[in-house]
């Protein structure tokens, strides 16, 4: 094994401006002359009920392993850098942006996509909410949307905190606030933002009219 | 994204000495900040030590009467833990002010203290960055510095320590407990946790390579009203200007630390020891070797707005 000042003087030799700053400095860790071949893995995971097997390079999100390996494009990639929100799932009943987790890291997760929720035939609640409530208009980051907001009730139920509640002792209330607040990791570039704080509502079984009040 | 390969360790020891076995490895926790920045080539890490396993993921109660929360405890679970709400409401407020519900159910608290600045040059690999390679400059300083650093800076950068919850772990007093790759362990106590730039602004913080947070501990709960206002250009899901974590006493004393001004949680103990005689007092303390630029110097004002709502909220409370 090679010691961390021989590993930086071969980061001298590959002759680059940061490796000699680097050597100078060892608490960095030396720039590899050379990259490694990509490394792939066995990944098993619960998809929408259905398990599945597969081998994947390690680069692979969970986002690129749903639409480029299992053909569920349903899950959208919009920013691809947990900015936008368009790529939540649910991962173990928690909702996460799929784009910034590997798969490897989900070995034996259960994950739920939109595909997961309902079908055209058998919409989930939400869903009937969002088309009831015109909650979009281009639809790129409805099932990012739908996951969150499903999530989102879930989390009020629980009596789980947020960044608009007066008192932390007390359970957050079902307010067009607190939904708004929570749904706040969701980007709408049309800007339905108001139906689809309707058409959770609607799910939750808040009077729209009065909360608009 | 450069190639890795990946692990997952049994026992944080085991962690510790596989990280500090391979050159260029990293943990990975929830992996919601590394991995964008592994997206961008600002983080190449060549092989992935993931920690998930490692059990860490409790709160306890210390002997001393203070908690014990687990490194691998995720934000989400932290902010809704009854007895931090109770008793350390100051956390549970930073943290819900902070990221997406979707971030924060995956960030866990060792990794957002590990949280690496959003400075826009250090995220652009087109342009000079100290912190992000050594020895290439700063294209903040002279640059577009609106978000960056007004005090405790360098010649070398004036990037931010971007998070919420490190902010009231710094007022709370709070204790980084880690493990080394020879399996010994020790407590660094949070104002010794995140370096200032100087001239190694690569360095974030004092951990040594390999170095593995197990857990941070709060001291005993001390009273007072709990606060923290985040002021930031959009209402929720964006890094503060300014941030103000504060503890306030019935008399008016207190603790104060903010965020959003410097490359780590600001905390200056004689501004603490002048809360009684009001925000600007406490700011002109805090701030007084500040070094804004004209993009920025806003900072300084609006810190002692922000901290003069914080005590007229803690009075009506």
């Keep these: 094994m090679m010691s961390e000042i021989e590993i930086s003087r071969r980061g001298v030799l590959a002759g680059s401006a940061a490796a000699a700053a680097i050597a100078a400095a060892p608490h960095v860790e030396a720039q590899p002359a050379k990259a490694l071949p990509p490394a792939t893995m066995p990944v098993s995971l619960t998809i929408n009920g259905k398990r599945r097997d597969l081998t994947l390079d390690t680069r692979t999100t969970l986002l690129d392993t749903l639409r480029e390996h299992l053909q569920l494009t349903g899950t959208k990639k919009g920013c691809d850098h947990g900015q936008c929100g368009a790529c939540t799932v649910i991962v173990n009943g928690e909702r996460i942006n799929s784009c910034l987790s590997l798969a490897v890291q989900h070995q034996g997760d259960e994950v739920t996509t939109i595909e997961g929720l309902g079908t055209p035939d058998k919409l989930h609640p939400m869903q009937a909410a969002f088309v009831r409530h015109d909650g979009y208009q281009c639809g790129y980051c409805t099932p990012g949307q739908i996951c969150s907001a499903i999530a989102v009730l879930d989390e009020i139920k629980r009596g789980d905190p947020s960044h608009v509640q007066a008192d932390l002792t007390q359970r957050p209330q079902l307010t067009s606030l607190e939904m708004r607040e929570r749904m706040s990791g969701n980007i709408c570039r049309c800007g339905a933002y108001s139906n689809i704080a309707e058409a959770m509502a609607d799910v939750a079984g808040v009077d729209v009219k009065e909360m608009e009040a | 994204m450069k190639p890795f390969t990946y692990e997952r360790a049994k026992t944080p020891a085991e962690a510790a000495a596989a990280v500090a076995r391979q050159p260029g490895a990293k943990f990975l926790a929830g992996g919601t900040n590394l991995l964008d920045l592994m997206k961008l080539e600002i983080e190449t890490p060549r092989h992935l030590v993931d920690v998930q396993d490692l059990k860490l993921d409790r709160i306890e109660p ?193 603790r104060v630390a903010f965020g959003g001004v410097a490359h780590k949680p600001w905390r200056v103990e004689a501004a603490d020891d002048v809360m009684t005689q009001g925000a600007a007092a406490v700011t002109a303390k805090a701030f007084a070797d500040a070094r804004p630029t004209d993009d920025n110097a806003f900072k300084i004002p609006l810190a002692t707005r922000a901290l003069a709502a914080t005590i007229a909220e803690g009075r009506s409370a």
């Design chain 2, 62 to 254: 210390t002997s001393d009467g203070g908690l014990r929360i687990g490194a691998l405890v995720t934000n989400t679970k932290l902010a809704a833990d009854t007895r931090v709400r109770r008793d350390y409401g100051v956390l549970t407020r930073a943290i819900v002010a902070g990221a997406s519900g979707q971030l924060r159910n995956k960030a866990t608290t060792a990794g957002n203290l590990l949280q690496r600045t959003r400075c826009p040059y250090f995220y652009d690999p087109n342009m000079p960055c100290n912190k992000r390679k050594p020895g290439s400059g700063c294209a903040a300083i002279g640059g577009y510095s609106r978000q960056l650093a007004v005090i405790g800076s360098s010649d070398h950068c004036i990037a931010t320590y971007p998070g919420d919850m490190a902010v009231a772990m710094r007022v709370l007093d709070a204790t980084v407990e880690t493990v080394k790759a020879d399996g010994t362990t020790r407590a660094i106590p949070i104002a010794d946790f995140h370096r200032l730039p100087g001239d190694t602004p690569h360095l974030d913080n004092n951990l040594e390579a390999g170095e593995l947070i197990t857990a941070v501990t709060l001291p005993r709960p001390i009273g007072g009203t709990h606060h923290y206002e985040k002021v930031r250009d959009r209402a929720s899901y964006a890094f503060a200007l300014v941030s103000v974590a504060a503890i306030i006493q019935k008399d008016g004393s207190g």
